[in-house]
């Protein structure tokens, strides 16, 4: 019940052996100048308990990501304030395009993702995550990921 962005839409590989670039499992930096976080979208699944969610990067200021980072070990982090960022994952799923969406990321316990919440707005994610998902949409988001060209074509 979740689909992960292995980095950020503007990553490049070709950063991976630059000094000032850095890419691990939960936080990217670009050029020591854009600085991100791996967070999760969660969609209620209506009708259930279940949670579908989207893990997806995000965007910070300088300060916000040296300040989440400073605490990101520290038990009672989730105490911090939410820290505004940008979506910087394209979910193909979605028209429009969910770049540079705002957000807010909801630190959590020590070893568990941020909560990414959209600013409620009338993008189908943020209406999404708002009022929930059925199961029918589920299995077309599943569908769509799984195989993005339909029947095996490629684009």
């Known amino acids: 019940m979740n689909y992960t962005a292995e980095a950020p839409a503007v990553w490049d590989p070709a950063f991976d ?3 000032d670039c850095l890419l691990s499992s939960d ?11 791996k967070g999760l979208i969660e969609i209620p699944v209506i009708g259930s308990d279940e949670v579908f ?18 605490r990101w070990e520290t038990p009672g982090r989730e105490a911090e304030e939410p820290y505004f960022g940008w979506l910087t994952t394209d979910l193909s799923v979605y028209s ?9 990321v909801h630190t959590r316990p020590v070893g568990e993702l941020p909560f990414v919440e ?6 189908p994610l ?17 569908a769509a ?11």
Do not use: M
């Open 118 to 123: 959209l600013e409620p707005t009338d993008h």
């Open 126 to 142: 943020a209406v999404e995550q708002c009022t929930g998902i059925t199961r029918d949409r589920l299995r077309e988001i599943a």
């Open 17 to 19: 052996e630059a000094d």
């Open 96 to 104: 429009p395009t969910t770049l540079n969406l705002k957000t807010h």
């Open 27 to 37: 936080q990217c930096v670009i050029h020591a100048r854009h600085y991100f976080v």
């Open 53 to 70: 969610s989207w893990a997806v990067w995000v965007s910070l200021s300088r300060e916000s990501f040296f300040r989440a980072a400073d």
């Open 145 to 155: 990921v799984l195989h993005p060209f339909g029947d095996g074509q490629q684009p």
